[in-house]
């Protein structure tokens, strides 16, 4: 266990072993949460939450839907052009 100490500003450094097991890089936003026992900080998600409706306008096909068989076969067909590519 780990001990840190509370600045005259109000500052508490997260030590090292911590933030690298995280990946918490200097900027990170936290939320605050007072818990019974103590205070929990979790990151800010990068990424505003969203559903599956609103992610999947981002591919920008605007054709008739595919079939899985169809997917698959565009999957397969370009996995081997990028392996014959990469062959040369």
Excluded: N
């Excluded at 900027?27 to 818990?35: A, L």
């Excluded at 205070?39 to 990068?46: A, Q």
């Amino acid at each position: 266990m780990e001990t840190t100490l509370l600045s005259s500003k109000g500052q508490v450094i997260i030590p090292k072993t911590i933030r690298s097991s995280h990946h918490w890089k200097p900027g990170t936003r936290f939320v605050v949460e007072d818990v019974q026992g103590g205070v929990l900080l979790k990151p800010v998600s990068s990424f505003p939450v969203t559903d599956l409706e609103k992610g999947l306008g981002c591919t920008g096909y605007k054709g008739p839907a595919k079939s899985l068989d169809e997917i698959q076969s565009a999957i397969d067909d370009e996995m081997a052009r990028t392996w014959r590519k990469g062959q040369r």
